[in-house]
T-cell receptor, first 114, second 114 residues
Framework: NAGVMQNPRHLVRRRGQEARLRCSPM?????VYWYRQLPEEGLKFMVY????????ESGMPKERFSAEFPKEGPSILRIQQVVRGDSAAYFC????????????FGPGTRLTVL | AQSVTQLDSQVPVFEEAPVELRCNYS??????LFWYVQYPNQGLQLLLK??????LVESINGFEAEFNKSQTSFHLRKPSVHISDTAEYFC????????????FGTGTRLQVFP
């Protein structure tokens, strides 16, 4: 049973470009969470999604960031017009629809903005 | 507001010595507690968790943590560490009534020396 998959593992963008980060949850998991880890800091919650629904986006920056989890395909975290401060590791986690008290994390995408 | 405090940012220790990584939390409601480990350039792996029942929980690789409600602590211990335990350790909590988001501490870097 494959774990949570994220791609790309490393992403380099220039200021003003768009970044798309993808996350495929574990098989049987329908809940997806995105977290951001800034250098030398812990992870901070960004958004929680279920299929085709955003459940909690209280941690998402108000501008330039968006997330989706379509009926088919991976969850996407999209950052428009990236700035240097967006450089971070972005982790996706998933949990099953029942007994969702534990989240399982992917390997992360390390975004570098030049 | 709920928060997690990991008092030690770095813990250096010699191989085969015991270690304790401290974690305290602040919450006005019941919580679940987790320890995650992050090896260099990798994602987070669940080490152990407390949901209910016995306050002492163990992992398969010799770590244990004890939930102390009166002291609001969930310290992680291992009686004898290995070089391979070198990693970043994160303590996290989530609310029992709403497990949508994990609140992480800032992490403790455990460095094991030969």
């Amino acid at each position: 049973n494959a774990g949570v998959m994220q791609n790309p593992r490393h992403l380099v963008r220039r200021r003003g470009q768009e970044a798309r980060l993808r996350c495929s949850p574990m098989k049987g998991h329908s809940h997806v969470y995105w977290y951001r880890q800034l250098p030398e800091e812990g992870l901070k919650f960004m958004v929680y999604l279920q299929k085709e629904n955003i459940i909690d986006e209280s941690g998402m920056p108000k501008e330039r960031f968006s997330a989706e989890f379509p009926k088919e395909g991976p969850s996407i975290l999209r950052i428009q017009q990236v700035v240097r401060g967006d450089s971070a590791a972005y982790f996706c986690a998933s949990s099953p629809p029942v007994s969702s008290d534990t989240q399982y994390f992917g390997p992360g995408t390390r975004l570098t903005v030049l | 507001a709920q928060s997690v405090t990991q008092l030690d940012s770095q813990v250096p220790v010699f191989e085969e010595a015991p270690v304790e990584l401290r974690c305290n939390y602040s919450s006005s409601v019941s919580v679940y507690l987790f320890w995650y480990v992050q090896y260099p350039n990798q994602g987070l792996q669940l080490l152990l968790k407390y949901l209910s029942g016995s306050t002492l929980v163990e992992s398969i690789n010799g770590f244990e943590a004890e939930f102390n409600k009166s002291q609001t602590s969930f310290h992680l211990r291992k009686p004898s560490v290995h070089i391979s335990d070198t990693a970043e350790y994160f303590c996290a909590v989530t609310f029992t009534y709403n497990t949508d988001k994990l609140i992480f501490g800032t992490g403790t870097r455990l460095q094991v020396f030969p």
